[in-house]
C-alpha cells in the first residue's frame, strides 16, 4: 500500500490491488486531482475513511460513436420535456450528487472538502456541469472532468425524476466532441446506454 506526501506523484499505475486500490492519503489540491485524472487516477472514499486513490483493470468507458438510445428514450427525447443546459449551476449539481442516496453505500463519497475542491476545479475552467430542468426546477444533472485529448471523466449524477438524468448523459454524448467518456466503474444504468469494460492500458492510451 503506497502512503502519499505533500509531493504531488503517485506510484505507477500497475502496482495497484486487484480492485483497482493505488494509493492512500494525500490531499485535494487543484495540482494533485489534474495530476491525478491525466494518469488515469482518481480518488474514491466514504465520509469516514481516508482519501482513497484509484486506477481500475478493467476500466469502464463509453465511446460516443457506441452511445445506445432505446425507443422508450428516443420518445422521452422528442416529448421535450426536459431543457439540458451546461455549466449554469455546478455547486447545486455537485451538491445534489453528494445527497443522493446509492444502494450498497453507508454515506457519500462526495464530502463537503471533494465539493469545495470539485468547485475550485469548476471556476478554473476543468470541471464541467450538465444540468436537466423541467419546468424551470433542477431535476437532474451530472458532473465531471475535462482531461486532455478529448477524454471526459464523468463523476456522478442525479436524478429526481425519472428519466432525468439519461436525458442529460444522452444530449451531452450527443453534443460533445470527446473521443471517449471515462466512466470509471460498471454501472447496469451506464451499460445500458453503450458503456464496456477495456483494459487499464487500452485507456491510458487515450490519456
Not at 51 to 73: A, E, G, Y
Not at 112 to 124: F, G, P, R
Amino acid at each position: 500500500m503506497h502512503f502519499l506526501t505533500q509531493k504531488i506523484e503517485f506510484p505507477d499505475v500497475s502496482e495497484a490491488t486487484f480492485d483497482g486500490l493505488l494509493a492512500v492519503g494525500g490531499d485535494l489540491s487543484s495540482e494533485r486531482l489534474l495530476h491525478a485524472y491525466s494518469k488515469g487516477i482518481f480518488p474514491w472514499f466514504e465520509s469516514k475513511e481516508p482519501l482513497l486513490w484509484w486506477s481500475p483493470d478493467p476500466r469502464f468507458v463509453l465511446f460516443p460513436n457506441d452511445l445506445k438510445v432505446s425507443k422508450s428514450m428516443r420518445q422521452v427525447l422528442k416529448k421535450e420535456q426536459f431543457k439540458v443546459t451546461e455549466n449554469k449551476a455546478f455547486r447545486e449539481v455537485i451538491e445534489n450528487c453528494a445527497r443522493t442516496k446509492r444502494e450498497g453505500q453507508q454515506g457519500t463519497w462526495i464530502t463537503d472538502d471533494m465539493v469545495e475542491a470539485y468547485i475550485k476545479l469548476h471556476k478554473l475552467g476543468y470541471a464541467k456541469s450538465i444540468e436537466v430542468w423541467e419546468n424551470g426546477d433542477l431535476v437532474g444533472g451530472l458532473y465531471g472532468i475535462d482531461v486532455k485529448n478529448n477524454v471526459f471523466c464523468g463523476e456522478s449524477m442525479f436524478a429526481k425524476v425519472s428519466n432525468a438524468s439519461k436525458v442529460g448523459f444522452i444530449i451531452f454524448v450527443q453534443n460533445s466532441n470527446y473521443k471517449l467518456i471515462d466512466c470509471q466503474l460498471h454501472t447496469k444504468h451506464l451499460e445500458s446506454l453503450g458503456g464496456k469494460h477495456i483494459s487499464r492500458l487500452e485507456f491510458l492510451k487515450h490519456l
